[in-house]
Structures are given as C-alpha cells and as structure tokens.
C-alpha cells in the first residue's frame, strides 16, 4: 500500500512568489493535515481537512490557504513568500480525524 | 492552547541499554498520545500512540506509559539498536468530534552508541 506521496519534495522561491504544494493520502484516507517543520519553531499545525471541509486551522497568516479535493488529495498554497517561509512542509493523512495519522516525506521550500 | 514539554532535547545510550524519553502536556482535554520517530531527510513515522483510557502500552521493545493525573507520558525503549538512532517527537491532542490538530514537543535526538 502506498503512503502518503507529496510533491514536489524540493523547491526554490524567491521572495513575494507563491507556491503550490500537493499532497496524495494513503488510499482510502479521507483526512488530510498539513504541518509546517522548522528548526526553530519545531512541527507547527496548519490545517486539516475532511471530506473537502477544512475542519481546523491553526495560527498562521492568512496567506496560508489549502484545500481539499473529492479524491481526498490535497493542496496548500503560499502567497508572497517571506524568508520565514522556508521549512519542511509535511501532509498527513488518516482514515478519519480520530485515527492515526501518517506522514509523507514532506516538501522542503526554500525562499531566498 | 495545548503546550507540549519535552525532555531531554539529546539522549546517548549504548547499544543494549534502555533510552527513556518524557513529556508534559498543558490541556487536560488531551486524550491522544503519539510518538513519532524521525530519520534523517524522511517524514516523522508513528511508533506506538496511546489513548487515554489506558496507561500503558508494549510493542516489542516500544512501550508508552501515561499519567493523566501528573499530565505527562513517557517513552521507553529497551535493548537499544544503532537503528534506533533518531529524532523522537511526542505529541497531544484533543479528539474531539470535529476536528483534531497534534501539538508537538521539541524532539529529543537519541544516539545510539554501539
């Protein structure tokens, strides 16, 4: 069985850009999460989304935005990028918002 | 919110001897405890998670024990392996009906020394 498939795994962005990041669960997870990982800061909650409804959002500025499709995959999107930004994105995904949760590798942006 | 401790932030044992890991938790709304192990360049990975209708839980040589009078919950890993060296993060939640969001400790870099 798969896991959790993130794409893409490394990026470079420059300042102001946005970005795109996806997310495939593992088959038949219907949850989606997303947490930002950083030395300093450490793993930090973004969102979570069941069934395309995001259903909790954590503490961060509002150009951090994601969404949910009908096949469970899943995107979030950064706009005007600040070198702050730069982190380990991870997705992860369980069957529903009470079982466990898996992760993916995760994608690692870069804002220079 | 939810605040999650974590100590030590570094941990060396030698091969064969027992590694143990602790946390605190704020919320005593908490109800889920996972334990994640981290490798280098990967996802953090589930080892053991415990709910908090029990106070202990074994598998292999992983187990998790949680006091939800203290709040806190530790990690216990016997016979140590070189391959057991890894970041390990703890983490809490409240599970409620709607949504549910993990809060994360600091990590604790465990090396394994053989």
């Known amino acids: 069985k798969a896991g959790v498939t993130q794409t893409p795994r490394y990026l470079i962005k420059t300042r102001g850009q946005q970005v795109t990041l996806s997310c495939s669960p593992i088959s038949g997870h219907r949850s989606v999460s997303w947490y930002q990982q950083t030395p300093g800061q450490g793993l930090q909650f973004l969102f979570e989304?069941?069934?395309?409804?995001?259903?909790n959002k954590g503490n961060f500025p509002g150009r951090f935005s994601g969404r949910q499709f009908s096949n469970s995959r899943s995107e979030m999107n950064v706009s005007t990028l600040e070198l702050g930004d730069s982190a380990l994105y991870l997705c992860?995904?369980?069957?529903?918002?009470?079982?466990?949760?898996?992760f993916g590798e995760g994608s690692r942006l870069t804002v220079l | 919110g939810e605040n999650v401790e974590q100590h030590p932030s570094t941990l060396s044992v030698q091969e064969g001897d027992s590694a143990v890991i602790k946390c605190t938790y704020s919320?005593?709304?908490?109800?889920?405890f996972p334990w994640y192990k981290q490798e280098l360049g990967k996802g953090p990975q589930l080892i053991i998670d415990i709910r908090s209708n029990v106070g202990e839980k074994k598998d292999q040589r992983i187990a998790v024990t949680l006091n939800k009078t203290a709040k806190h919950f530790s990690l216990h890993i016997t016979e140590t392996q070189p391959e057991d060296s890894a970041v390990y993060f703890c983490a809490a939640s409240a599970i409620s009906g709607s949504a549910r969001q993990l809060t994360f400790g600091s990590g604790t870099q465990l090396t394994v020394l053989p």
């Open positions: 989304y069941f069934s395309e409804t995001q259903r």
């Open positions: 992860a995904s369980s069957m529903t918002h009470t079982g466990e949760l898996f």
């Open positions: 919320d005593s709304a908490s109800n889920y």
